[in-house]
């Protein structure tokens, strides 16, 4: 399988600037991987060990009990799709994550990550960024679920995620604002 880094390569210069060197080492220590819809990705109570970026396709990302399954994320765009704390930290994750349609990983080994990052000092910088921006979104996250209503999040959706609205099932979208299938589509009359 041929290797296309140019997504992963324009993340990094636009997210987090390596220099060409390190960079280049490190998009060569990637791999393709493939799975199909409705593939796990990652399982609950399980401890992630290599480094993942969505080439192509979309996957959801949700916590479940026995009662439910409750939807937390979508990834439609080129992004790391890592549990970064469980990643890191060499602990458990909470989350699952499944693909909704074929999909293509770039992965790396966690040990070979953070050698190449060892090796050109720039680790610090990308976890240090990463989880700001990853503690800003779930600030953000849980801010707007205890303050916003289910209608005033769906016109969030419209103006800040359409590319969900376009690619996700409506289950899935409804999960994630957390009410039922129906009360979205009522949701999505009012608006129209």
Same mark, same amino acid.
């Not at 990834?75 to 990643?87: G, N, R, V, W």
């Not at 060892?118 to 801010?143: H, M, N, R, T, V």
């Given at each position: 399988?041929? %290797?296309?880094?140019?997504?992963?390569?324009?993340?990094?210069?636009?997210?987090?600037?390596?220099?060409?060197?390190?960079?280049?080492?490190?998009?060569?220590?990637?791999? /393709?991987?493939?799975?199909?819809?409705?593939?796990?990705? %990652?399982?609950?109570?399980?401890?992630?060990?290599?480094?993942?970026?969505?080439?192509?396709? #979309?996957? @959801?990302?949700?916590? #479940?009990?026995?009662?439910?399954?409750?939807?937390?994320?979508?990834?439609?765009?080129?992004?790391?799709?890592?549990?970064?704390?469980?990643?890191?930290?060499?602990?458990?994750?909470?989350?699952?994550?499944?693909?909704?349609?074929?999909?293509?990983?770039? /992965?790396?080994?966690?040990?070979?990550? @953070?050698?190449?990052? #060892?090796?050109?000092?720039?680790?610090?910088?990308?976890?240090?960024?990463?989880?700001?921006?990853?503690?800003?979104?779930?600030?953000?996250f849980e801010y707007n679920r205890v303050t916003k209503s289910p209608e005033e999040l769906y016109q969030e959706l419209l103006i800040y995620k359409p590319n969900w609205l376009q690619s996700i099932p409506q289950y899935?979208? #409804?999960?994630? %604002?957390?009410?039922?299938?129906?009360?979205?589509?009522?949701? @999505?009359? @009012?608006?129209?």
């Amino acid at each position: 399988m041929n %290797l296309d880094t140019t997504k992963i390569s324009s993340f990094f210069e636009t997210e987090y600037p390596l220099n060409k060197e390190g960079l280049k080492e490190l998009l060569g220590l990637f791999s /393709v991987v493939e799975y199909k819809k409705n593939t796990q990705i %990652l399982t609950s109570d399980t401890e992630e060990h290599q480094l993942r970026f969505l080439n192509k396709g #979309a996957i @959801r990302e949700y916590y #479940a009990s026995t009662e439910k399954e409750t939807n937390i994320n979508f990834y439609t765009k080129p992004q790391f799709i890592t549990d970064l704390s469980s990643f890191m930290n060499d602990t458990k994750t909470k989350k699952y994550q499944e693909s909704l349609t074929s999909i293509e990983l770039l /992965v790396i080994d966690k040990e070979l990550f @953070r050698t190449i990052l #060892a090796k050109y000092d720039c680790g610090k910088s990308f976890i240090d960024l990463s989880f700001q921006k990853l503690l800003k979104q779930k600030e953000l996250f849980e801010y707007n679920r205890v303050t916003k209503s289910p209608e005033e999040l769906y016109q969030e959706l419209l103006i800040y995620k359409p590319n969900w609205l376009q690619s996700i099932p409506q289950y899935h979208i #409804a999960s994630y %604002l957390n009410i039922t299938p129906e009360t979205l589509s009522r949701i @999505r009359k @009012r608006i129209s």
